[in-house]
């Protein structure tokens, strides 16, 4: 028998004062009542309600075990609330994993105007351009650029994720403005390092790897590869999402347009198997929105 059952059972008998009553509440026979008051009884190894053929009452254990049974009741019936409201309204809190630049750049940004329309949804943004593993480390989504393993996990995709390569005014004024990928080899071509291992530049029509010549001043972090080319130190290629306002702002020059790496693809993947609540649906509904593919 389900133990639930059984106290609900019980708690009914001794609320509504009889074996009968409590059938009536839960359609079912007074013999089926006594049924589960003797299971519940046999577990215990003790009675529960001292029966005569006039009355019948709690024993002193029954006493003390009809609250605690109250108590368990009113805990379930809480949990199944909470879960219930969080079936049907966004709330709760969402764990998303998202690439360092994208995360910051583009991402945090608008995240305010989520949680304004969702104000029972509260949110962690971890930035990390590691893989993470979204389901053994507990993540509601993650955001993925490049090409997706076949992981099993539903991906909605995004629009691509673009490069520039830019330069500040004084470098060019200083060293001259470089119009073919060969050209890079007189240059100070910013490097940068992921996960300790050195990336080099692979322009959009380079077969074997990039003719820039390795750089001074390397980093794992974009932004400060672009502080540095700010301070006119030398030519970064970084995301469009960090370096678009620079070059708008005349702060930095766009160059070598048609040799640029081909956009990467950009994914929100969640688990196949994990039901889907609102505060996720609506917060994937929300990236599409600022950054569906069209």
């Not at 409201?85 to 764990?95: D, E, I, Q, S, T």
């Not at 060293?175 to 959009?204: N, Q, S, T």
């Amino acid at each position: 028998m389900d133990k639930l059952r059984s106290m609900e059972i019980f708690t009914a008998v001794v609320d509504d004062g009889s074996f009968t009553a409590a059938a009536a509440r839960f359609d079912m026979s007074a013999v089926m009542v006594g049924k589960h008051i003797r299971f519940l009884e046999e577990r215990l190894g003790a009675r529960l309600i001292a029966r005569t053929t006039r009355r019948q009452s709690l024993t002193e254990i029954g006493e003390q075990y009809v609250e605690q049974c109250r108590s368990i009741l009113a805990q379930v019936r809480a949990a199944e609330s909470g879960a219930e409201a969080m079936r049907l309204a966004p709330r709760g809190r969402l764990r998303i994993s998202a690439p360092v630049t994208f995360g910051s750049e583009s991402l945090s940004p608008l995240l305010p105007g989520y949680l304004a329309r969702h104000p029972e949804v509260s949110l962690d943004l971890e930035l990390n351009d590691r893989l993470v593993d979204v389901v053994d480390d507990g993540y509601d989504a993650a955001i993925r650029i490049g090409e997706l393993d076949d992981s099993g996990m539903i991906a909605r995709r995004l629009r691509p994720y673009r490069m520039l390569i830019c330069a500040s005014p004084d470098y060019l004024a200083r060293h001259g403005e470089p119009r073919v990928p060969a050209d890079l080899a007189d240059h100070e071509c910013l490097d940068f390092m992921h996960w300790k291992k050195l990336v080099r530049w692979r322009l959009g029509d380079d077969d074997g790897g990039a003719p820039a010549r390795a750089s001074r001043f390397r980093s794992n972090n974009g932004q400060a590869l672009k502080q540095a080319a700010l301070a006119g130190f030398g030519i970064v290629m970084q995301a469009e999402v960090m370096l678009a306002q620079e070059v708008a702002a005349g702060r930095l020059v766009s160059l070598l347009e048609a040799h640029i790496p081909a956009p990467r693809t950009m994914h929100v993947m969640y688990p196949r198997d994990r039901q889907a609540t609102p505060k996720l649906t609506t917060f994937v509904d929300f990236l599409l929105e600022h950054f569906g593919p069209q």
